[in-house]
């Protein structure tokens, strides 16, 4: 599995931006796919998921009410739109598949995609 991160980019305080991550390769609609990000010198902290058989949607405290993750099967492409975004939400997103949704909040996926950049002005 192959996986293309996209949509990061430079918005101010309370700004909004769309993340998406195309599969590829073995896919499966019934996969979980998540986002997580890391600060410098730190772990990759999880951010959301979305299961592949119900699509229920998973989130770390610190972005609910504010992100929200879809999923369209038919493209293989998730996406992660944040909004009111704040200086702290600045860092690296990774999006990442796996079988189960336990695993994926735990941070143990079955794959990994690169980072994109998100960087939010005060």
């Known amino acids: 599995v192959q996986l293309q991160a996209s949509g990061g980019g430079l918005v101010q305080a309370g700004g909004s931006l769309r993340l998406s991550c195309a599969a590829s390769?073995?896919?499966?609609?019934?996969?979980?796919i998540g986002w997580f990000r890391q600060a410098p010198g730190k772990g990759r902290e999880f951010v959301a998921a979305?299961?592949?058989?119900?699509?229920?949607?998973y989130y770390a405290d610190s972005v609910k009410g504010r992100f929200a993750i879809s999923r369209d099967n038919a493209k293989n492409t998730v996406y992660l739109q944040m909004n009111s975004l704040k200086p702290e939400d600045s860092t690296v997103y990774y999006c990442?598949?796996?079988?189960?949704?336990?695993?994926?909040?735990?941070?143990?996926?079955?794959?990994w995609g690169q980072g994109t950049l998100v960087t939010v002005s005060s």
């Open positions: 390769g073995r896919t499966s609609s019934r996969y979980t």
């Open positions: 990442a598949v796996g079988e189960t949704v336990h695993g994926m909040i735990a941070g143990a996926p079955d794959y």
């Open positions: 979305i299961s592949g058989s119900r699509g229920s949607t």
